[in-house]
């Protein structure tokens, strides 16, 4: 007859402190999205889970919120999931009726999502990428909260550096005699040289339950926040698009931010003002050591009264 063996975790912890989040990471798993007569999307993701843990116990169950992972995520792939972020809410709801004693469970996952497209002159076939960012948390007494997201890769010229050099130019052709009327369509039509940045643009949205966007366009509005969208492939008339549409639309890391926002409320009106909007931009600075970084958190409805105008 085989004892028993002791549930340790179960115990009580010598010293007998809360914690907020004891869970797993670093979990891979295939993910299935399926799409309206199309094939589906296959995603390599990675998970973090979460559970809080009570004063009085001295671990949670790992195996448990393993099997949780594996029993959500394996009908994630068998039944047809049109959001990444259910997923996890749905994981989340799971952990904490599996675990009696936790009253709040997060679910974080990232897997990268590619994207079919054209370059802008040429019109070549080519893919770009972007980090899917979805998560949920799930407690007792206000429900469960989904986001969604995405962190995408653009370039941005530095309007500071740009006026620098369009102040050079606009005295080089002083010498040369050429009338300040001719200057400035010149110069209107010729963007001077600006430093270029790599810029990471960052954007999330949390709702209570899922989200009400669709993750292609909040795509899109990242990619768009930036000075010019950048391709895998590009043939010298894309180069020459991506060079010139950058200078001509040169961005601080700050207007790339406040671009985000702008695009956000143009493309979901009926978000709800409660809804939680999360807006970073980092830029890989080229003359310079440090980089730049620059974020915006706010409820909804108080980014739309700024974009508004009405703050």
């Known amino acids: 007859m085989s004892q028993q063996l002791p549930d340790v975790q179960a115990s009580s912890p010598e010293v007998t402190v809360g914690l907020n989040r004891v869970g797993v990471t670093g979990v891979e798993k295939l993910v299935k999205v399926a799409r309206p007569d199309q094939r589906p999307i296959i995603l390599m993701a990675e998970f973090e889970v979460f559970v809080d843990l009570p004063s009085w116990r001295k671990g949670a169950d790992m195996s448990r919120n393993m099997e949780v992972i594996d029993e959500t995520l394996e009908e994630a792939v068998s039944e047809p999931t049109y959001r990444v972020e259910d997923v996890c809410g749905d994981t989340a709801e799971r952990l904490l009726d599996k675990h009696e004693y936790t009253t709040k469970a997060e679910v974080r996952m990232e897997a990268e999502y590619v994207i079919r497209e054209e370059t802008p002159e040429s019109g070549r076939p080519t893919q ?9 948390t799930a407690t007792e007494e206000e429900g469960t909260t989904e986001k969604i997201g995405a962190r995408v890769t653009g370039m941005t010229v530095c309007p500071c550096s740009q006026g620098m050099s369009a102040s050079r130019a606009r005295e080089t052709l002083r010498g040369l005699d050429i009338d300040d009327d001719t200057i400035d369509k010149f110069l209107e039509e010729a963007p001077q040289p600006g430093h270029s940045q790599r810029g990471h643009a960052t954007l999330t949205i949390e709702s209570s339950g899922a989200p009400e966007v669709d993750l292609n366009e909040l795509i899109e509005v990242a990619r768009d926040s930036m000075s010019a969208r950048i391709y895998n492939m590009a043939k ?56 730049a970084h620059a974020e915006r958190v706010a409820e909804f409805g108080t980014l739309r009264s700024e974009v508004d105008g009405q703050n």
């Open 128 to 136: 770009s990428s972007a980090d899917i960012i979805a998560a949920a």
């Open 236 to 291: 010298r008339p894309d180069e020459d698009h991506m060079t010139y549409q950058s200078h001509q639309n040169a961005k601080f890391v700050e207007d790339c931010v406040r671009s985000m926002a702008e695009g956000v409320v143009d493309e979901f009106p009926d978000l709800p003002d409660d809804a939680i909007v999360t807006m970073k931009q980092s830029n890989d600075e080229s003359i310079h050591q440090h980089n």
